[in-house]
């Protein structure tokens, strides 16, 4: 993964989503969205991306897309994946999608990371089928965007996973299962101030997915055997 990349995967896991603008016509909003990805000043074109999220559909999703692939600062592509991540109609979410499927390298990275940042069930069914594709970053972040969302029905895929050839890949599955292990309503004990030990959702197959997590260590060598 080239160096550029991975600081903006170590950002986008970091910082948080971008805070809407309003204008008055979609037109005028992608057209000023564009000037102002043009200044010299990294935060100025930061701040850019605002201007787009009163507009949920695909052509401002599209905007965003073509700016956050264009930009080279990492922290400026951060807030470009988060904005991508804030389209939430059925347009936009449509012309993810179809971007995804022929996307490859940093824009199917950046994609990817978008996807991720979606609460709920988008997308789960294609995060699941790239799970079988060739490229191994590809694999890995479909992984841990499976994760995050919780995909129970993507278990039997992730535990394939464990198998990869690819170190990355399965530290990514390993990674996906540790996210399903912790409640998203667990509260710190009032007293302590302490979490309580993971809880196991019922649904989670602890016994096939843990067997499958030592097979992995096994066949993993160097620091990368503690995931």
């Known amino acids: 993964m080239p160096n550029r990349l991975l600081v903006l995967v170590c950002l986008f896991v970091l910082f948080g989503a971008a805070v809407p603008a309003h204008a008055d016509d979609e037109a005028d909003a992608r057209r000023d969205f564009r000037a102002e990805m043009k200044h010299n000043n990294w935060k100025v074109r930061r701040s850019a991306f605002a201007m787009l999220l009163d507009y949920d559909g695909a052509k401002p999703f599209q905007e965003a897309l073509s700016a956050t692939l264009k930009e080279k600062n990492a ?13 939430e109609t059925p347009a936009a979410h449509a012309a993810l999608l ?44 479909a992984a841990l ?21 690819e170190t990355r890949v399965r530290s990514a599955a390993a990674r996906a299962f540790k996210a399903w292990a912790w409640s998203d309503k667990t509260k710190p004990d009032k007293r302590s101030g302490k979490l309580p030990e993971p809880k196991m959702p019922e649904w989670f197959d602890e016994k096939t997915i843990t067997w499958a997590l030592i097979d992995a260590m096994e066949t993993t060598e160097g620091t990368a055997r503690g995931d």
């Open 145 to 165: 965007a499976l994760g995050g969302k919780r995909a129970h029905k993507a278990t039997a895929n992730l535990v394939t996973a464990l198998s990869h050839k």
């Open 98 to 141: 179809k971007e995804l499927k022929r996307a490859k390298g940093e824009k199917a990275a950046i994609l990817l990371m978008a996807l991720a940042e979606q609460k709920g069930d988008s997308g789960v069914d294609e995060l699941v089928q790239l799970l079988g594709d060739k490229d191994p970053m590809k694999v890995g972040l």
């Open 75 to 87: 922290g400026v592509q951060l807030e470009g994946i988060k904005t991508l991540a804030a389209f």
